[in-house]
């Protein structure tokens, strides 16, 4: 069987806590054998991914699942955040929302809690 391909996108802070759990729920619903799960954070959700704010454990326990994150080079430049303030385990792409359209261009599942 093929895996599903999902992009969980995040665009406010306010939603960190909720969109971290549906990526879990997924997990434990389809089994992370069966996903390839992406996230990516734009606008001030950037901000989720900061070293050791509240979502340290999720994110962690999330990446050690083979979840991958995203932020965006233009987000970060824009609330003057830099790479080095993220988690080791995050990738900067140069536009988040670039990352989304070519994601869906190439079939992956879209999801914006």
Known sequence: MDKYNVIFHIDE???GGMVLNNILNLILDMGEENLEIEMVANGDAVKVLLKGKEFQPMLEQLASKKVRFYACANSLRNLKIEKEQLY??????????????RKQALGW?????
Not at 88 to 101: I, K, Q, R, S, W
Not at 109 to 113: E, G, L, Q, S
Request: aromatic share 14%; hydrophobic share 55%.
């Open 13 to 15: 802070f306010a939603k």
């Open 88 to 101: 080791d385990f995050v990738d900067v792409v140069p536009a988040g929302v670039g990352e989304l359209v």
């Open 109 to 113: 599942a879209y999801i914006r809690p």
